[in-house]
């Protein structure tokens, strides 16, 4: 490099750290989430990631295990309309009454049910109402986030993932209990013991750097992991 270019960089460095925000071109992902895509949570940047990758597995049915304030799910539900496909929530409280655009609710199906045991003959029963296979294209795993729940999760609910199918998990990297998102800003939230990354580690035979930005093939999946906002991982099967 030569001597100008040497001191260009130096002084680039010297500048204040870029930030980074998602932004939502897709018409119907924006409509969808609304308010949400701004708002503060440890789920926005991801919105972004999940709807890409449930759109590019063409579903039928997406799954998701956790639903809370439903930020997640207006992305799933999207991703739904794009693909003619239908969303299963399943979440141990009642979360049936949630604040969804009157045009996606026709997508979604709640379930209040321990979604352990929803993963047997119960989610056999509902594919079978609405004479589909008993799988999922997509799942999304936003729950309790502890390690025997998490190892659970993944024994059961992999059989039910479609071959050309992704799993994604939220809270793969929880730090100490603060999280820092794309924007710079850090939130706290609390430490799971690395719960969700251990029980993927052990499903998957490998051992990760949940700090970092990373990539794998193991297990017969494809893996990509980002880091911020509590952690992201996709599971993509092979």
């Known amino acids: ?138 799942i999304l795993v936003d729950t309790s986030h502890v390690l025997d729940h998490t190892r659970a999760e993944l024994t059961h609910w992999i059989p039910r993932l479609a071959p050309h199918g992704v799993m994604m998990f939220h809270d793969t990297h929880m730090g100490n209990g603060w999280y820092r998102r794309l924007d710079g800003k850090v939130d706290p939230g609390w430490d799971n013991r690395r719960g969700v990354i251990q029980a993927i580690e052990e499903r998957l035979g490998r051992r990760y750097d949940e700090t970092t930005l990373f990539a794998d093939c193991a297990g017969g999946f494809a893996v990509y992991h980002v880091p911020w906002s509590n952690g992201f991982i996709v599971l993509r099967r092979l």
């Open 1 to 138: 490099m030569s001597k100008v270019g040497s001191k260009i960089s130096r002084l680039i460095r010297r500048l204040p750290q870029q930030r980074w925000h998602q932004s939502t071109p897709h018409a119907g992902l924006a409509a969808a989430l609304g308010d949400a895509a701004t708002a503060s949570s440890d789920i926005r940047d991801h919105l972004g990631l999940m709807f890409h990758e449930a759109v590019a597995t063409r579903p039928r049915l997406l799954v998701e295990l956790g639903t809370r304030g439903a930020i997640s799910l207006r992305a799933l539900l999207a991703a739904a309309e794009v693909s003619d496909a239908h969303v299963l929530s399943v979440d141990i409280d009642d979360c049936s009454q949630v604040d969804l655009p009157e045009d996606l609710r026709k997508r979604w199906t709640f379930v209040q049910a321990d979604d352990i045991a929803f993963a047997g003959r119960p989610f056999e029963t509902f594919c079978a109402e609405r004479k589909l296979p008993p799988q999922a294209e997509v």
